[in-house]
């Protein structure tokens, strides 16, 4: 019903950037979250930030101070401008979208992944 795809990942050299896009699509009444995670080998997935309607934000330590997630309400998308990339920050980023689908009263509520997309930060 929801389907959500990440763009923009690549090959940077440590202190480059990169922005990530997330758009979600489908039978979407409402979004709440929109939240970014990474998975690097050997190591649980993990949480790098989250956006709640259009200016309620939350880092993981590591990315604060040089990642910024925003939002695009208009268009169900969220971005990931990640700056002064280190090459820990090196791992497969995933969108993760709080949805409500269906029609009210009766809607549902469910978290949607994307497949994901690789971040390689090496010189």
């Known amino acids: 019903q929801v389907q959500v795809v990440e763009s923009g990942g690549g090959l940077v050299q440590p202190g480059g950037s990169l922005r990530l896009s997330c758009a979600a699509s489908?039978?979407?009444?409402?979004?709440?979250?929109m939240s970014w995670y990474r998975q690097a080998p050997g190591k649980q997935r993990e949480l790098v930030a989250n956006?709640?309607?259009?200016?309620?934000?939350n880092y993981a330590d590591s990315v604060k101070g040089r990642f910024i997630i925003s939002r695009d309400n208009d268009k169900n998308t969220v971005y990931l401008q990640m700056n002064s990339l280190k090459p820990e920050d090196t791992a497969v980023y995933y969108c993760?979208?709080?949805?409500?689908?269906?029609?009210?009263?009766?809607?549902?509520?469910?978290?949607?992944w994307g497949q994901g997309t690789q971040v390689t930060v090496s010189s």
């Open positions: 489908g039978n979407i009444l409402s979004i709440y979250d």
């Open positions: 956006i709640r309607g259009i200016a309620i934000t």
């Open positions: 993760n979208v709080d949805a409500y689908t269906g029609s009210w009263p009766n809607a549902r509520r469910d978290l949607y």
